[in-house]
């Protein structure tokens, strides 16, 4: 019996390979969960009534383009959030509820990417290192996953400008994750702008993955829609996906959206109803309960600075310590990130995903060498309690 060829590369996937790194080493102490990005915060007070309410529609077939409730609440929050200019975030034209947005970052390079770009295997660029899912929908769509190195040297977001011509030309999608998962950097209007005109000048979409988008620090991010919306450039160019899974703690309700131009909405529609699981009635009132409300968010906020400044106070001076801009993830110089997850959890019960884990090796031609591999990624999302014991367990392996 045979099987895809397309899929027979790729690598074990991270959290199972964590596993079997440590398989055999008894942890030196209580576990302390510091791999896996699942917010531990609670979930709004309001999630459950609404449900409740609309518990009766689970006898319905939800709808495969969102109820209109959510639809025009998501229009609402990006109006606020970013200032959006109605074209791009109509309700009806421009947006679509996601199971997830892994779902929507699978699909669309399956609906949105040709199977050939200027006579040649099209090209999808993905920062490296990345979210998985990229990479296996690159793959699914017949297209050439490109892993463009996002380095200190680069302010950890991918130089996609400093590209061939050759490569960019035969383009067709390009992946970007803003605040970047697992280094925290966000894209600034100048980033936003250069890659939108870099989309226009070789033909290209952008899929700008901004799930941790509401987690930061200072000041809230910059979105792509924000500069796409002033600058006028083609809403057909770009695909936006936002969740609740980061913002409102609500990984498990599977919940959020892409918006686009509506070419590009309708044939991830067109791809959904043939292939879809849209979000069941009840949780999608829930949702849209949650992209009403700001409190909750500020809240959560407020929870994840803690955990920023202890991290600042207890690791500040470790080399190789990098404060994060936004996110709820640490990404840590270690030299070597397999040998330090081993030691963390060897001498303090501690877990910790290898950087390594979450990239590729790449050619000369793109610099050499493998951009996760001397890096480790915490992730700040358990009580501030245990999250200060994490932290200085890893201080006392680590400096």
């Not at 280094?183 to 209007?189: I, L, M, N, P, R």
């Not at 000041?219 to 160019?237: F, H, I, K, Q």
């Given at each position: 019996?045979?099987y ?55 006898s ?64 999808v ?60 950097a ?36 910059t ?8 600058m006028?450039?083609d ?32 044939a991830?529609l ?16 829930a ?14 906020r ?27 993830f ?70």
């Amino acid at each position: 019996m045979q099987y895809p060829a397309r899929f027979a590369d790729l690598p074990e996937y991270a959290f199972p390979r964590l596993r079997r790194l440590l398989e055999g080493i008894a942890p030196g102490g209580p576990e302390i969960a510091m791999s896996i990005g699942e917010p531990q915060h609670a979930v709004p007070d309001f999630v459950m009534p609404v449900m409740a309410e609309h518990a009766a529609t689970l006898s319905k077939y939800p709808p495969n383009e969102g109820i209109a409730p959510l639809r025009e609440a998501i229009s609402d929050w990006l109006g606020r959030r970013y200032g959006a200019a109605p074209d791009y975030r109509d309700p009806e034209r421009s947006i679509l509820p996601l199971n997830g947005t892994r779902e929507g970052l699978f699909n669309a390079c399956l609906a949105l990417c040709p199977e050939e770009k200027n006579g040649a295997r099209p090209a999808v660029l993905l920062p490296n290192p990345f979210y998985q899912c990229y990479a296996v929908a690159a793959l699914a769509a017949g297209a050439e996953p490109v892993y463009v190195p996002a380095t200190a040297e680069t302010g950890h977001l991918p130089d996609f400008a400093g590209l061939s011509r050759d490569l960019l030309d035969r383009t067709a999608v390009v992946y970007i994750c803003a605040p970047a998962n697992p280094q925290g950097a966000t894209a600034d209007e100048a980033y936003w702008r250069r890659l939108l005109e870099l989309a226009e000048a070789h033909d290209f979409r952008v899929f700008a993955d901004e799930c941790y988008s509401e987690i930061w620090r200072e000041r809230p991010p910059t979105g792509a829609l924000e500069v796409a919306s002033y600058m006028g450039a083609d809403p057909e160019r770009l695909v936006v996906f936002h969740s609740l899974s980061k913002r409102s703690n609500l990984a498990g309700l599977r919940s959020g959206f892409c918006a686009t131009g509506p070419g590009a909405r309708a044939a991830l529609l067109q791809l959904r109803s043939y292939a879809g699981a849209p979000l069941p009635i009840p949780a999608q009132h829930a949702a849209a309960a949650c992209w009403r409300d700001e409190g909750h968010v500020e809240a959560n906020r407020a929870l994840y600075r803690e955990k920023f400044d202890l991290a600042d106070e207890i690791l500040g001076n470790l080399p190789g310590y990098m404060s994060p801009e936004a996110g709820f993830f640490l990404w840590l110089r270690v030299g070597d990130g397999e040998a330090a997850a081993k030691r963390l959890w060897r001498e303090a019960g501690v877990k910790a995903l290898p950087g390594a884990y979450l990239s590729r090796e790449v050619p000369a031609a793109l610099g050499g060498g493998d951009p996760g591999r001397a890096y480790l990624r915490l992730a700040l999302v358990a009580p501030a309690a245990e999250v200060r014991r994490g932290l200085e367990a890893v201080r006392e392996c680590l400096a």
